[in-house]
């Protein structure tokens, strides 16, 4: 999430999707949790590309 604070919202994405490959793999169960926010950063970047 640094990375989101500091405005590198791919950075912030490729990082959550790692994670929540790696949720899936170990069959965490916060997966839905970590999927929202991958989910949530990449309405973030589409809205901000849609600004520009």
């Known amino acids: 999430m640094i990375h989101r604070a500091n405005g590198h919202l ?5 990082e959550l999707e790692l994670v929540v490959e790696l949720d899936r793999q170990v069959e965490y169960p916060d997966l839905a949790s970590d999927t ?17």
């Not at 929202?36 to 520009?52: H, I, K, S, Y």
């Open 10 to 14: 791919d950075r912030a994405i490729s």
């Open 36 to 52: 929202a926010m991958l989910e949530q950063v990449r309405d973030e970047r589409t809205q901000l590309a849609d600004e520009t």
